[in-house]
């Protein structure tokens, strides 16, 4: 029997790579076990050398492991495409969000709004300070702690307006997804793949790579809100 393939992702890419790897095993053969915890911690453990064979993460994030030798930078793949969407708890009013100054305007207007540690919440972070809001909102500003949902909070009736990959919140019960950000200041995350520079099977781990990044993977992407990188 084959040695398993061992990897590490966000939570982001949770539910997509789930679908993926149970299809690979099944055309494969192989065996895949992926744990996907908050995005930060991920990166941290290959850091810190844990023995992955691939990594999933978003492509800042793969870079940086590259720079401190912890992937091989030419085993990079660039899996899918991801914005940012909005929820609101099921049933709950649905604010206009359409255009750049309506979203402004309902964030502004919320009791609170939620969002994540990962790239998306960086961005509106940099995005309500542009807009000149940071400050005003501050005190209404719910993160959620790595690994956490933003979508759960919002089913809890803890966050009003809750902001996140359309992948993470889609398929969370309690919510509604009101649409995603608008056009003028989506924010698009490229999520990518490598080998680890420890891992002991790297022929396996690249036969992997190679299916995640292949046309056959693109029908999962598109079921979990991402399209193909």
């Not at 800042?60 to 990079?76: H, K, Q, T, V």
């Not at 502004?108 to 542009?130: D, K, M, Q, V």
């Not at 000149?132 to 790595?146: K, L």
């Not at 359309?166 to 919510?175: R, S």
Request: aromatic share 4%; proline share 5%.
């Amino acid at each position: 029997m084959s040695v398993q393939i061992t990897g590490i992702s966000s939570m982001a890419t949770r539910q997509v790579l789930a679908e993926l790897v149970e299809e690979y095993r099944r055309v494969s053969g192989r065996r895949v076990a992926i744990e996907s915890v908050g995005g930060v911690a991920a990166a941290q453990r290959v850091q810190e050398g844990e023995p992955f064979d691939i990594v999933v993460l978003a492509a800042d994030a793969i870079e940086r492991l590259a720079a401190a030798g912890r992937i091989d930078p030419a085993s990079r793949v660039d899996l899918a495409r991801s914005g940012v969407a909005i929820a609101v708890a099921a049933g709950a009013p649905r604010s206009e969000i359409g255009t750049e100054a309506a979203l402004r305007e309902a964030i502004l207007a919320a009791r609170n709004i939620g969002y994540s540690t990962g790239p998306s919440g960086l961005y509106l972070n940099h995005l309500f300070e542009r807009w000149g809001i940071a400050e005003t909102i501050a005190p209404r500003i719910v993160q959620a702690p790595p690994g956490v949902p933003v979508g759960t909070l919002v089913a809890r009736g803890e966050v009003e307006l809750g902001f996140q990959q359309l992948g993470e919140l889609m398929h969370l019960p309690g919510i509604d997804v009101i649409g995603s950000l608008p056009p003028e200041v989506q924010i698009i995350t490229v999520f990518s793949a490598a080998i680890c520079t420890v891992s002991r099977q790297k022929d396996a781990a690249r036969g992997l790579l190679s299916f995640l990044a292949s046309p056959a993977a693109g029908s999962a992407k598109l079921r979990h809100g991402m399209e193909s990188a």
